[in-house]
Every structure is written in C-alpha cells, then in structure tokens.
T-cell receptor, first 116, second 115 residues
Framework: DTEVTQTPKHLVMGMTNKKSLKCEQH?????MYWYKQKAKKPPELMFV???????INESVPSRFSPECPNSSLLNLHLHALQPEDSALYLC???????????????FGNGTRLTVT | AQSVTQPDIHITVSEGASLELRCNYS??????LFWYVQSPGQGLQLLLK??????LVQGIKGFEAEFKRSQSSFNLRKPSVHWSDAAEYFC?????????????FGKGTHLIIQP
C-alpha cells in the first residue's frame, strides 16, 4: 500500500475537456512533485512544490496547471491536451525539500491518462 | 552533467537464481543513490538508498546494493529471486547538496523471471 494516494486511477479525456488529477499525502511531507512517465521510460519531472510554493517548472506546457491548496494536497489541472500527453502521471512527496538523498521520494500509484 | 546509466534494458533470470542489476553513475562528487522498483500499473517503490558510510546497503524484499567508488557503480543484488520480483527497476542519483528535485533516473532494467 502506498502512502501517497492518487485519484482517479484511470482517466480518458477528449482534447477539448478540462479535468483534474488529485494527489494526497498525510505524512507531513513538505515537498510534492508531479512526474510524467511514458511507457518503458523513466519518470520525467514536471513540477516541484516546496512548502506549498511552486519551486520548479520543467518547461511544461501551459495546458498543464499545477495547484497546491495545502501541504497535504496537490492537483494537476488539465486543459486542451494532445494525444501525445497520454501517459502515467505520478505524484510523489518527500519529507523536506532541498535535502538531497536524505529525503527520498515516496510515489503514488499514478493516474493512467489517455487523451483521445 | 550528472548521469545514471543502467546498461541492461532487459534481464532474464530463472526463479531461485541470483540476480545482479547494474548501475553506473557520473557525478562530480559522491551522490546519493537509490534503487526503485515499479510493478506494472504501479508507482515506484523505494528498495534502498545509499548516503554515506557502509558501502553495502540492505533494502526491503531481500535486496542489497554495493557502492563501489572505484567503479562508479551501485549494483543491486538478490541471492534468490521470486516470480514476484518481475518488474522494472530504476537506479537514481541525486547530488548530496541538492534536493530530490535533482533526482536523475536511469532508463530502467526490465526483469523477467523464468519458471
């Protein structure tokens, strides 16, 4: 069982839809992350939130919009996606930002997104 | 630039046999190193991590890894694999002074277990 919970597990959306992915952790972690993972590839970092503030945006297109309402929740708002955005979207958290390996990532099970 | 290399894309091992998955790193200083496992349709689970000190690190599920500075390697081992070990394995590294946002993943090794 994972301590980082992601919903929904699966999502199919059209290119004109607006949807949101949700992530929740109750471990008191102060850093939260969104990763994108294509099939047979390692995860790619998208966004990092440190103490509820966006600290890293890895040149992600604006059709992906992250939000961190509080220290336990992380959302990823999706709008006007393209079929190539279909992937597994992983949320992760770590106890403290900026602590390197002292603060390893805890991953959720991901949301499998299909854009039609 | 820092990098983590997993030279084997696929590894096939018979159930009960020993396993070694290779990982090489390229960092200016000793990095923090990790091994993660990903089962189909799941997130990544941390198997073990190396920060400093003892170069032989014990992890969960009977895995261990050995840090060898002279070879820039951090290979993952298990003495006897089980069918449930079939999964994708990722080696990852981070600068000792940087955040987890600086984590660099290898491309992964797909482990197949033969009965």
């Amino acid at each position: 069982d994972t301590e980082v919970t992601q919903t929904p597990k699966h999502l199919v959306m059209g290119m004109t839809n607006k949807k949101s992915l949700k992530c929740e952790q109750h471990m008191g972690h102060r850093a939260m992350y969104w990763y994108k993972q294509k099939a047979k590839k390692p995860p790619e970092l998208m966004f990092v939130y440190s103490y509820e503030k966006l600290s890293i945006n890895e040149s992600v297109p604006s059709r992906f919009s992250p939000e961190c309402p509080n220290s336990s929740l992380l959302n990823l708002h999706l709008h006007a996606l393209q079929p190539e955005d279909s992937a597994l979207y992983l949320c992760a958290s770590s106890p403290q930002p900026g602590q390197g390996g002292n603060s390893p990532l805890h991953f959720g099970n991901g949301t499998r997104l299909t854009v039609t | 630039a820092q990098s983590v290399t997993q030279p084997d894309i696929h590894i096939t091992v018979s159930e009960g046999a020993s396993l070694e998955l290779r990982c090489n790193y390229s960092y200016g200083a000793t990095p923090y190193l990790f091994w993660y496992v990903q089962s189909p349709g799941q997130g990544l689970q941390l198997l073990l991590k190396y920060f400093s000190g003892d170069t032989l690190v014990q992890g969960i599920k009977g895995f261990e890894a050995e840090f060898k500075r002279s070879q820039s390697s951090f290979n993952l081992r298990k003495p006897s694999v089980h069918w449930s070990d079939a999964a994708e394995y990722f080696c990852a590294g981070a600068y000792s002074g940087g955040g987890a946002d600086g984590l660099t993943f290898g491309k992964g090794t797909h482990l197949i277990i033969q009965p």
